[in-house]
């Protein structure tokens, strides 16, 4: 047997040319074999069967190499799963595969999903704060009223009578829309003293309310078309963190949200474009994504562009957020753990067919580099 065996952590297989069958669509006429012999593979089938089987390789044989370094050894996980699944797209290998390669990783930390490295974690997983739990206890289907607690991460914020969603993403730090800070017609900042966020609970009146010290909006945020609608709040106190009040992770830029098992939105917003009464009780529902050039033929590309997501029924309509959901999260399930990987921005009315939800895309490097910028300092 050939004793120089090549490398096969899913970061190198990755840049093999099994990864030219998920992001080009070819087909390559030979592959190096486990045992590093070249093998020369004409039909697609067999081509296939040599980059399952060292995936399944990488999970038995190079995981337990990392089990020191749990956080890492997450990461590989979540990278080979991302590139997998752009080839295979049944849910009994996400569990499989998922299954197999997290047990491998030792870590007292199970929210790395978000957090790789210590100068990218967040001071709610510094202190040993789970992040993202799913608490829900079935599958979403059709927008619901939230159990109470199911959403720990999400609150409100008001200013006077504007009311808009956020998400907690550390013991001081809000992640909203930007447009939710600044007064439409004047397009001024609100001073923080006029902001107030509300966290706790499902039930809008029995929040506790937090004041805020600072408020951070992109500077490069754009009115109407809402490019860089990102807004950062620093509370005057850290939040105390219960079953009720938990951070949400905040993804990677190289996480891709079409690999996670769902993504759902909540918010206390109207459920009728028509009607301007929000809702005393936190709903949730599921939004399938949406391809980018589907959403760019119906808004345009002034709308939509790699500062966004698109979310909801293209085809039927009759699931979205809306008014008074702004700022809130679009949260996706990976492996039990719910990531930030939008915010509610805008939209054509709502829930219309055609036009999906408009979100702030968390994975864009300006959106992440912003966030992480004010929350590390």
């Not at 390559?28 to 980059?51: S, Y």
């Not at 992770?249 to 891709?256: A, D, G, H, Q």
Request: glycine share 8%; net charge positive; charged share 20%.
């Amino acid at each position: 047997m050939n004793q120089d065996r090549p490398d096969l952590s899913p970061l190198r297989v990755r840049t093999s040319s099994c990864m030219l069958i998920s992001k080009n669509k070819h087909w390559p006429l030979h592959k190096k074999t486990v045992t590093g012999d070249v093998m020369f593979l004409r039909p697609m089938i067999a081509v296939f069967a040599v980059c399952l089987m060292t995936g399944l390789n990488n999970i038995r044989n190079v995981m337990g190499q990392d089990a020191v370094d749990g956080t890492s050894c997450l990461r590989r996980c979540q990278e080979a799963y991302t590139y997998y699944a752009a080839f295979i797209n049944t849910q009994e290998f996400k569990d499989n595969y998922f299954n197999q390669c997290n047990q491998r990783c030792t870590t007292p930390d199970t929210s790395s999903l978000g957090s790789v490295t210590e100068e990218e974690t967040t001071s709610s997983a510094r202190a040993g704060i789970a992040c993202g739990p799913n608490k829900s206890r079935v599958r979403i289907v059709g927008g619901r009223q939230a159990y109470e607690c199911e959403v720990p991460w999400i609150v409100a914020v008001t200013v006077g009578t504007l009311f808009c969603g956020g998400t907690i993403v550390d013991s001081r730090h809000i992640v909203t829309a930007a447009h939710c800070l600044k007064n439409k017609d004047t397009g001024i900042i609100y001073m923080a003293s006029s902001v107030q966020v509300r966290v706790g609970s499902s039930r809008i009146g029995a929040q506790r309310v937090y004041r805020v010290g600072q408020v951070f909006v992109h500077s490069r945020h754009v009115p109407g078309i809402n490019d860089y609608d990102v807004a950062v709040l620093r509370l005057t106190q850290d939040l105390v963190f219960s079953d009720c009040v938990t951070p949400l992770c905040l993804p990677e830029t190289w996480m891709n949200p079409f690999s996670a098992d769902y993504c759902t939105a909540a918010g206390w917003g109207v459920t009728d474009f028509t009607s301007s009464r929000l809702q005393q009780n936190l709903r949730i529902v599921e939004l399938p994504l949406v391809d980018m050039a589907l959403c760019r033929n119906s808004y345009g590309p002034r709308y939509v562009n790699d500062l966004k997501l698109c979310a909801g029924d293209y085809i039927n309509g009759g699931i979205d957020s809306c008014q008074g959901d702004s700022g809130g999260p679009l949260m996706c399930l990976y492996n039990g753990r719910f990531v930030l990987h939008g915010i509610v921005s805008f939209g054509s009315g709502c829930a219309r067919a055609r036009y999906p939800g408009i979100y702030t895309k968390v994975t864009n490097t300006y959106i992440s580099s912003f966030i992480r910028s004010i929350i590390g300092s």
